[in-house]
């Protein structure tokens, strides 16, 4: 992600931001697990990977645009 922990620290909505920040970082570690197995298992499974980590980097973009749009709020 491009947002950073240290990023949403000091900020004036920090719970909420860092609950969403979690979510973004928990579909990264999903997207990254998903990546490894498309490398290792059959073609079945390289396709469910594939579509998880899909899934994944698209949850973890939106994440990050929120809280994006949420800290230039605050300046």
Same mark, same amino acid.
């Given at each position: ?19 969403t920040?979690?979510?973004?970082s ?19 499974? !390289? *396709?469910?990977?594939?579509?998880? #980590?899909?899934?994944? %980097? $698209?949850?973890?973009? !939106? *994440?990050?645009?929120?809280?994006? #749009?949420?800290?230039? %709020? $605050?300046?």
């Amino acid at each position: 992600m491009k947002t950073k922990f240290k990023d949403i620290m000091f900020a004036k909505n920090f719970k909420t931001l860092e609950a969403t920040y979690d979510i973004g970082s928990k579909a990264k570690a999903i997207a990254s697990l998903a990546k490894d197995r498309i490398a290792e298992d059959g073609e079945f499974a !390289q *396709v469910h990977a594939g579509n998880i #980590l899909i899934w994944m %980097e $698209e949850m973890a973009e !939106q *994440v990050d645009k929120a809280l994006s #749009l949420q800290l230039n %709020e $605050e300046k």
